[in-house]
């Protein structure tokens, strides 16, 4: 109970202090009784705990990241997006102040790395560089499995495109993609065409349209990767290939060893004015280019998502990363996570469709 006589007494003395001076204001307080002390000290207790877990909690926002950050590979190191994810990781690093990682978990279609990044923590430290097999694997279900689906994972920014060209190898009866058709329709399953990824990649998709759309019959040589393929070429072991970067043949194409007969990009490149892309030729493959998004696993916090994605954004505009760009044949090609989703779209129409076709074709391996 409080001491109310008490306190109408210590009033009634208050009354006679000056307004203002420090007697009146000790005396106000010592006018309280030591029950509602306690309530006011608990008020203000409870304010502060309540001030301190707030400050925390934002705190804990505005510091991330205050741990190095993990770029996943989907394919080996050494290659062209492996190139492009190291060139990026460079610039973020500086606009985040953390270290910036690049790790490859190849194999599989790039689905052990999807696979990896779905069951991670959903935390922001870890982001992958996704293309259409690996985001949307249901697609492709009918040539594997896949460990698990696009519900797990969520775009945050879309990244960059290399661009894909049709190398041939040097002393090939024909000079054009053109030719080559031509000499593939007189010369039914003679021609050996190197694919350089697995069934239902969206690059094997885009050779298996120029196929059809062509009309044309050849021998298919399945590879583990573009390297594998580039020596076969080298060697004169196949006569065209697919699924090729333009700068890992660039050099090659320079010198002679091989020719460039056409590119998969909506225009010609500036470093390789000379090659054509397969629709100034006649024929448009139809399959969108292949992007390179970046996807966390589904639940990591917005705020963190916003953080990754504006990193990646100053990065693409920065002159260091431009200049790396144009020597690594790296098309920088930034995409919100509207733009993202809208090709999602379009590339589950298109490749589910491809996808259908190819099924019904009589299985050659």
């Known amino acids: 109970m409080i001491d109310t006589v008490g306190v109408h007494d210590r009033a009634t003395r208050l009354d006679r202090l000056p307004a203002n001076s420090i007697e009146r204001r000790g005396a106000a307080f010592s006018a309280i009784g030591p029950a509602a002390r306690r309530s006011s000290f608990g008020l203000v207790a409870l304010g502060a705990a309540a001030f301190a877990l707030w400050a925390g909690t934002v705190g804990a926002q505005e510091s991330f990241p205050s741990k190095p950050v993990t770029l996943l590979n989907p394919l080996p190191a050494g290659g062209g997006v492996d190139t492009a994810m190291r060139g990026l990781a460079k610039e973020m690093a500086a606009i985040l102040g953390q270290p910036v990682l690049v790790e490859s978990r190849p194999g599989a279609g790039g689905t052990i790395a999807g696979e990896f990044l779905a069951k991670a923590k959903p935390d922001g430290y870890l982001m992958g560089l996704l293309q259409s097999t690996q985001a949307i694997p249901e697609i492709y279900a009918?040539?594997?499995?896949?460990p698990y689906s696009s519900?797990?994972?969520?775009?945050v920014v879309r990244y960059m495109s290399l661009v894909y060209a049709m190398p041939s190898r040097a002393g090939a009866p024909w000079k054009s993609?053109?030719?080559?058709?031509?000499y593939a329709k007189a010369n039914p399953n003679k021609v050996r065409w190197g694919r350089?990824?697995?069934?239902?990649?969206?690059?094997?998709?885009?050779?298996?349209s120029l196929m059809k759309k062509?009309?044309?019959?050849?021998?298919?040589?399945?590879f583990k990767g573009?390297?594998?393929?580039?020596?076969?070429?080298?060697?004169?072991?196949?006569?065209?290939?697919?699924?090729?970067?333009?700068?890992?043949?660039?050099?090659?194409?320079a010198a002679g060893r091989m020719m460039a007969l056409a590119i998969h990009n909506p225009a010609r490149l500036p470093e390789m004015p000379d090659v054509p892309t397969f629709k100034e030729q006649g024929i448009d493959p139809g399959v969108p280019p292949v992007y390179n998004t970046f996807f966390v696993p589904k639940g990591t916090p917005p705020a963190a998502v916003k953080v990754l994605h504006d990193a990646v954004k100053k990065?693409?505009?920065t002159p260091a990363l431009k200049e790396f760009a144009a020597k690594n044949g790296i098309l920088l090609y930034y995409g919100s996570e509207a733009d993202v989703a809208q090709e999602l779209k379009q590339d589950r129409e298109v490749s589910s469709a491809l996808v259908a076709q190819i099924l019904k074709e009589p299985k050659k391996e």
């Open 196 to 208: 350089t990824v697995g069934l239902g990649h969206p690059l094997h998709l885009v050779s298996y």
């Open 226 to 253: 573009a390297a594998d393929a580039i020596t076969a070429l080298l060697g004169g072991h196949i006569d065209v290939a697919f699924g090729v970067s333009t700068t890992a043949i660039a050099g090659h194409v």
């Open 315 to 317: 990065a693409i505009e």
């Open 142 to 146: 009918e040539f594997q499995k896949p």
């Open 177 to 182: 993609f053109s030719e080559m058709i031509a």
């Open 151 to 155: 519900a797990e994972i969520s775009p």
């Open 214 to 222: 062509a009309g044309i019959q050849v021998i298919e040589v399945p």
